[in-house]
């Protein structure tokens, strides 16, 4: 007999009436030039279109994207999100990514965000302050996706360390347009754990991924709990 923490958690819920299945709230980050705002929105729209089909209404997203020397964000929302028209708040300081902000700001948020998927080439701001943020969110149960692309080994840097510190995975990807090859492995991992552990993609970029998520401690992994 399977009993495993995930199974026994699904048949909890399933035998319980009225109780909804869990709700996922997945942030992302963006970094970036003001050059990459017309790509980053059309990947964004892509992306999280993939999500909310594979999530449907159990999956909530927000962006927080630093594009232009700003920090913009986006209400939560059950629908795809666009950055530029949706953005309820933005803070602009010339040259600032502004990470250790946005994470204590999710970190303040009144229901915990399951996973902050982090993907740029960028981060100037102060590393020390969003190190101490990021093991405050592993602590809380948030886990951090970083996602690094390009050449940079300063972000790089940083976004491996902000993945340590919070327990949680970084990846190197190949190229910009390897996000949404990943972005899928991601719900899949936030739904259903143990079959995307199990699976073998042929992608490169989405089979480090996996590789890495094998590595976290199982708790984090198949945990249901809010």
Not at 56 to 76: E, I, S, Y
Not at 177 to 206: C, G, M, S
């Amino acid at each position: 007999m399977d009993t495993s923490l995930e199974d026994r958690a699904r048949r909890l819920v399933a035998g319980r009436p009225g109780v909804p299945p869990p709700q996922r709230l997945v942030e992302f980050m963006i970094s970036g030039a003001l050059s990459r705002v017309g790509l980053v929105r059309q990947s964004l729209d892509q992306l999280q279109g993939q999500l909310l089909r594979s999530g449907g209404d159990k999956l909530q997203l927000r962006v927080t994207a630093f594009l232009d020397g700003c920090r913009h964000m986006t209400p939560w929302s059950q629908s795809p999100v666009d950055v530029g028209a949706s953005t309820t708040r933005w803070h602009c300081f010339e040259g600032q990514t502004l990470f250790a902000q946005a994470l204590q700001f999710s970190y303040g948020e009144r229901d915990r965000i399951d996973a902050i998927i982090i993907f740029g080439d960028r981060f100037d701001d102060a590393l020390p302050q969003a190190l101490t943020v990021a093991a405050r969110l592993r602590a809380r149960g948030t886990r951090i996706f970083a996602f690094h692309v390009g050449r940079n080994r300063a972000s790089r840097s940083a976004y491996d360390q902000l993945a340590q510190h919070n327990g949680g995975v970084f990846v190197q990807l190949t190229n910009e347009r390897a996000f949404a090859r990943v972005l899928p492995v991601i719900t899949d991992y936030l739904f259903r754990p143990a079959e995307t552990l199990r699976a073998l993609p042929h992608d490169a970029d989405a089979r480090a991924l996996v590789d890495q998520l094998k590595a976290l401690p199982a708790p984090g992994r198949l945990s249901w709990n809010r």
